[in-house]
């Protein structure tokens, strides 16, 4: 054809096709472009066209619609996966922020020595309006055997352990509802037995068996001791971590919340006092890939002693100190730990530790039933020896003391204590 048109050219197919560029008509094939010199070349699998690039050609191939359809469908769809996946990141990282964030309690990972002397427990109140008094049982709300002992401190409970039933650790004391509405709803107050600050409000029922709880820390001479209120039925709006308290402040009301929950007929509240093992428990968790909800005031990392002790100790002692009723508790057992550094217990409480600075080479620890720390002190030359290249080794252990052993911290296997499972987890903690 004359310059006026195009000649299709190279043609593999079995028919030939003549195109005119001013007229719109379908090119069959053509994907690729080659410019050479004033002709434009279009070619693919094999066929070749070519036409003069001065004349304006507008060229429809067919199905060219439909790819070009195709092709926004995609991009926007990726585009809509794109922002998806961002956000989804985001929401993850920020939910993972939250759950995992360390409780902002303001001196957990320092001791107190060369701050103001403060003595929060020179002054207690109990924290509800049942007097405490261990010799009447209608205070205490004891579990569904009915035994009275089963809501105090201690191996006071029986529960499934490995293949059977065992002793098991009551870590504080269930104090019974006082004040019910018409429907046997607990209208009982909860109060915070001490000065302190609010460390950790856990307002989710379904998280833990403590409930809705509330943790308050108290600054003593030695370090921060915890108190801790569950089973809630409702928590204050008031009560907010990092908010101050008084004695006496109203933290909630006694419930029964908990995971699973307590009837209603046995509603009550759960009080603990005691020392955090390790300001570093969160971490812990998450190197050991555990799901972890409550931060360091998690119910492992919070070793309680018996509160009614502490109440009585304190009424008769208008001096009290929290450190010197702890170094007074009876040693369950004494064991040989090998460490690079002092565990953080000891330098947030460096009161419980004795003698010279830790020489990095092994230390002694004596340790109540329930495994709060109550001495440390650098390991001899022969503790040591026996030490050798383990974790840990037991030295000795009080039987009478240990009584019912409901913490399972130590076992007697083949004449010889050590650690049982409880009891190197427990270690682990301790020694992060």
Same mark, same amino acid.
């Given at each position: 054809?004359?310059?006026?048109?195009?000649?299709?050219?190279?043609? #593999?197919?079995?028919?030939?096709?003549?195109?005119?560029?001013?007229?719109? %008509?379908?090119?069959?094939?053509?994907?690729?472009?080659?410019?050479?010199?004033?002709?434009?070349?279009?070619?693919?699998?094999?066929?070749?066209?070519?036409?003069?690039?001065?004349?304006?050609?507008?060229?429809?191939?067919?199905?060219?619609?439909?790819?070009?359809?195709?092709?926004?469908?995609?991009?926007?769809?990726?585009?809509?996966?794109?922002?998806?996946?961002?956000?989804?990141?985001?929401?993850?990282?920020?939910?993972?922020?939250?759950?995992?964030?360390?409780?902002?309690? =303001? +001196?957990?990972? %320092?001791?107190?020595?060369?701050?103001?002397?403060?003595?929060?427990? /020179?002054?207690?109140?109990? =924290?509800?309006? /049942?007097?405490?008094?261990?010799?009447?049982?209608?205070?205490?709300?004891?579990?569904?055997?009915?035994?009275?002992?089963?809501?105090?401190? +201690?191996?006071?409970?029986?529960?499934?352990?490995?293949?059977?039933?065992?002793?098991?650790?009551?870590? +504080?004391?269930?104090?019974?509802?006082? &004040?019910?509405?018409?429907? +046997?709803?607990?209208?009982?107050?909860?109060?915070?037995?001490?000065?302190?600050?609010?460390?950790?409000?856990?307002?989710?029922?379904?998280?833990?068996?403590?409930?809705?709880?509330?943790?308050?820390? $108290?600054?003593?001479?030695?370090?921060?001791?915890?108190?801790?209120?569950?089973?809630?039925?409702?928590?204050?709006?008031?009560?907010?971590?990092?908010?101050?308290?008084?004695?006496?402040?109203?933290?909630?009301?006694?419930?029964?919340?908990?995971?699973?929950?307590?009837?209603?007929?046995?509603?009550?509240?759960?009080?603990?006092?005691?020392?955090?093992?390790?300001?570093?428990? #969160? /971490?812990?968790?998450?190197?050991?890939?555990?799901?972890?909800?409550?931060?360091?005031?998690?119910?492992?990392?919070?070793?309680?002693?018996?509160?009614?002790?502490?109440?009585?100790?304190?009424?008769?002692?208008?001096?009290?100190?929290?450190?010197? $009723?702890?170094?007074?508790?009876?040693?369950?057992?004494?064991?040989?730990?090998?460490?690079?550094?002092?565990?953080?217990?000891?330098?947030?409480?460096?009161?419980?530790?004795?003698?010279?600075?830790? &020489?990095?080479?092994?230390? /002694?620890?004596?340790?109540?039933?329930?495994?709060?720390?109550?001495?440390?002190?650098?390991?001899?030359?022969?503790?040591?020896? %026996?030490?050798?290249?383990?974790?840990?080794?037991?030295?000795?252990?009080?039987?009478?003391?240990?009584?019912?052993?409901?913490?399972?911290?130590?076992?007697?296997?083949?004449?010889?204590?050590?650690?049982?499972?409880?009891?190197?987890?427990?270690?682990?903690?301790?020694?992060?």
């Amino acid at each position: 054809m004359g310059s006026n048109g195009l000649r299709m050219g190279c043609i #593999n197919h079995s028919r030939s096709v003549c195109l005119r560029a001013d007229r719109e %008509l379908p090119v069959i094939l053509y994907t690729r472009a080659v410019h050479h010199g004033k002709k434009i070349f279009l070619a693919n699998h094999g066929a070749c066209v070519s036409f003069d690039s001065t004349y304006y050609l507008r060229l429809m191939k067919l199905g060219d619609h439909s790819r070009l359809y195709g092709a926004m469908v995609l991009v926007v769809g990726l585009g809509l996966v794109f922002v998806g996946l961002v956000l989804y990141l985001c929401f993850r990282s920020k939910e993972s922020g939250t759950q995992n964030m360390e409780p902002l309690t =303001p +001196g957990l990972d %320092l001791p107190l020595m060369g701050r103001p002397a403060t003595n929060a427990f /020179q002054h207690l109140m109990f =924290p509800t309006d /049942q007097v405490l008094d261990r010799n009447d049982p209608d205070v205490f709300q004891p579990t569904a055997s009915g035994r009275p002992e089963s809501a105090l401190f +201690g191996s006071v409970r029986t529960a499934n352990h490995g293949k059977g039933l065992a002793a098991s650790f009551h870590e +504080g004391v269930d104090i019974a509802a006082a &004040q019910r509405d018409a429907a +046997g709803r607990p209208q009982d107050a909860v109060y915070a037995v001490a000065n302190g600050a609010v460390a950790y409000v856990n307002a989710v029922a379904g998280n833990s068996n403590y409930g809705k709880y509330v943790v308050l820390t $108290h600054a003593c001479p030695s370090g921060l001791v915890y108190t801790l209120y569950a089973h809630l039925a409702v928590i204050s709006p008031s009560v907010t971590r990092g908010r101050s308290v008084k004695s006496g402040d109203v933290l909630g009301i006694v419930g029964h919340t908990a995971n699973p929950p307590i009837p209603l007929d046995r509603a009550h509240l759960h009080f603990e006092v005691g020392l955090i093992l390790n300001a570093r428990f #969160n /971490q812990w968790c998450r190197a050991q890939k555990l799901k972890n909800d409550h931060g360091n005031f998690n119910g492992w990392n919070l070793i309680g002693v018996d509160p009614l002790a502490v109440f009585e100790h304190q009424h008769q002692c208008p001096d009290f100190d929290f450190f010197q $009723h702890i170094a007074a508790l009876p040693v369950a057992f004494e064991i040989v730990l090998s460490a690079r550094c002092r565990p953080d217990f000891f330098d947030r409480y460096p009161c419980l530790w004795e003698g010279a600075p830790y &020489q990095g080479v092994g230390l /002694q620890v004596a340790v109540s039933e329930d495994g709060l720390p109550i001495k440390g002190r650098n390991a001899t030359e022969l503790e040591r020896r %026996l030490l050798g290249a383990h974790k840990s080794v037991v030295l000795r252990v009080d039987p009478g003391v240990l009584g019912r052993n409901g913490c399972h911290l130590v076992v007697c296997r083949r004449g010889l204590w050590c650690l049982d499972r409880e009891g190197e987890k427990w270690r682990d903690m301790l020694m992060y």
